[in-house]
């Protein structure tokens, strides 16, 4: 059974805003670090944001600082990842990722769960 699993995906204009929204099925996810991946065609899976279990500390990939904005409603089991000002080089499949050990070092891929992706394209 997969812990967690992305939402929100999609093909969008340069300029663009979209949220991508992270679900966990266990009831432990809120106390879960989460982070965002995306991985371009061709390209290494790399950093987008990272939020601790209580979202009080936050991380950003500075290719995304300013736009992205990271979240999470634990009330809820859930997180999301609101992108603004979306650019061609935004596109890619997008991960979301929990550690529950609340061991991982944000910016590194050492989270224990993964989602399956959801796709992002920014085309005109």
């Known amino acids: 059974q997969a812990q967690v699993s992305e939402s929100g995906g999609g093909l969008v204009q340069p300029g663009d805003s979209l949220t991508l929204s992270c679900i966990g099925s266990s009831q432990s996810f809120s106390r879960y670090a989460m982070g965002w991946f995306r991985q371009a065609p061709g390209k290494e899976r790399e950093f987008v944001a990272h939020?601790?279990?209580?979202?009080?500390?936050?991380k950003y990939a500075d290719s995304v600082k300013g736009r992205f904005t990271i979240s999470r409603d634990n009330a809820k089991n859930t997180g999301h990842l609101q992108m603004n000002s979306l650019k061609p080089e935004d596109t890619g499949v997008y991960f979301c990722?929990?550690?529950?050990?609340?061991?991982?070092?944000?910016?590194?891929?050492?989270?224990?769960?993964w989602g399956q992706g959801t796709q992002v394209t920014v085309s005109s």
């Open positions: 990722a929990a550690d529950p050990w609340g061991t991982v070092k944000p910016g590194t891929p050492a989270y224990e769960y």
């Open positions: 939020i601790s279990w209580s979202g009080e500390s936050t």
